[in-house]
């Protein structure tokens, strides 16, 4: 970091700042982990002084020898991790990805089912502001209202009533596993295409802890950044029959050159989810979420659906204790803890100020906590939100949590 620190004092004390932040607080956004030391070596090398529109072996620019090889390490990789017949990863983001996925199977108009987004949907399964809902007509399915679980058979019913020529399954604040091969069932009953979108439990699949939609589903894309703890990116997977649309939805369809440098870091990210130790990491988050699920129902909270099958705890905090979700994200946020205000599944409150908090451990799992530490963390989170408007109090906690939070280390964050 040195040229940094003469170039631009700037931004290293502010890179500084955000050290000491992750370092001194809880990171419990259930879509954000810790990189490893290696990962951030490959995303900060030369490989980012490249253009390489195409793809191996077929690029628009001459000096690619060495990026092809980048590239196709990568898909190998990723090949080897979730027994996929084709990768792309070039896509830049979540978003991108989904929207060549999109662009590959479907004509604008087209009808796409999808998990109803106040519910635990994406943006980009249908929000009406994102392409998604804008270019396609979507058709929500939903919790069941008793159990706050996907009613499979309610899926059904839709599907062959609307008849979708793509059924989505994939969530980001869903906290139960998905039934993928009746997803594929009824989508064969209708001839629609199967998309699942795994962002958030890509890295709990590639550990072996949940089960994987890829062996049935035709396109499954994931971000690289969450549970898989890899660069901050996207790739997808499919059937080889689709491999062509998809790989031309992604270049030129949607992006023009891929980021080398990020697809190096996957590359190395892939090789660490293919260690025995990731699978062991994987086992841990959801063990630690279950525990962290526990110690806040034992405290009075409820959590949505009852419990969780991922790394996801969703918690109905106004309904709990009077406290909004905006107010829980706030009176964290004031005592380093970092959570996020979601809706919950048939919310009265609206998506500025919902019900709830989603809460996730990937990122204190990659600091070693385990079970044991979860009660800590419940703990702090309880007396954060009972406090919330003693600034004293919340003071004192905020130390409480800095103290607890320096005994584990950050992977990438020496100094
Ligand atoms: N923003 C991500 C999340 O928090 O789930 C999804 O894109």
């Known amino acids: ?12 004390g502010l890179i500084q700042k955000e050290k000491t932040r992750q370092k001194e607080g809880l990171e419990l956004i259930a879509s954000e982990n810790y990189v490893s030391s290696a990962v951030l070596e490959a995303m900060g090398s030369v490989l980012t002084n490249k253009y390489s529109e195409g793809y191996p072996g077929k690029r628009y620019y001459g000096g690619n020898i060495v990026i092809d090889e980048v590239e196709s390490l990568a898909i190998e990789r990723a090949k080897l991790l979730f027994g996929a017949e084709h990768v792309n990863v070039q896509p830049l983001s979540g978003s991108p990805a989904n929207l060549a996925v999109y662009m590959a199977l479907l004509n604008p108009g087209d009808k796409v089912l999808g998990f109803s ?18 270019l396609y007509t979507i058709i ?27 059924i989505l399954a994939g969530f980001s604040a869903y906290s139960r596993s998905m039934d993928w091969q009746r997803f594929k069932q009824i989508a064969d009953k209708i001839g629609a295409f199967t998309f699942a979108d ?43 029959k689709f491999a062509k649309d998809i790989d031309r939805a992604v270049f030129p369809g949607v992006q023009g050159g891929p980021h080398d440098h990020i697809n190096a870091a996957k590359a190395v990210a892939f090789a660490e989810a293919l260690k025995p130790e990731f ?36 918690l109905d905090v106004f309904g709990s204790k009077q406290i909004t979700g905006k107010e829980a994200e706030h009176a964290l946020e004031v005592v380093n803890i970092s959570v996020n205000k ?23 799992t990659t600091r070693g906590m385990k079970e044991g530490e979860m009660e800590t963390v419940a703990d702090l989170i309880d007396q954060a939100l009972m406090n919330k408007d003693n600034e004293a109090k919340l003071l004192e906690i905020k130390s409480r949590v800095t103290e607890f939070a320096l005994q584990f280390p950050v992977p990438g964050i020496n100094n």
């Open 198 to 240: 795994i962002a958030h439990i890509a890295g709990l699949i590639a550990g072996k802890q949940l089960e994987s939609p890829v062996p049935y589903f035709d396109v499954v894309s994931t971000t690289t950044h969450k549970t898989l703890r890899g660069p901050r990116g996207a790739m997808i997977m499919c059937k080889e």
């Open 117 to 134: 987004l106040d519910q635990g949907g994406h943006l980009s399964h249908g929000h009406p502001l994102n392409f998604s809902g804008k």
């Open 1 to 12: 970091m040195n040229n940094l620190q003469t170039q631009d004092p700037d931004i290293f």
């Open 279 to 314: 699978t062991e990491y994987s086992r841990q988050i959801i063990a630690n979420a279950r525990a962290l699920a526990d110690a806040l129902t034992k405290r009075g909270y409820r959590v949505i659906s009852g419990g969780t099958d991922n790394h996801i705890v969703l």
């Open 140 to 166: 929500p399915y939903f919790a069941k209202r008793e159990t706050e679980i996907i009613d499979m058979d309610e899926v059904e019913e839709i599907a062959l009533r609307e008849k979708p020529k793509m």
């Open 342 to 364: 979601n809706m919950i599944p048939y919310d009265p409150r609206k998506p500025l100020d919902p019900s709830g908090v989603r809460i996730g451990t990937p990122a204190l």
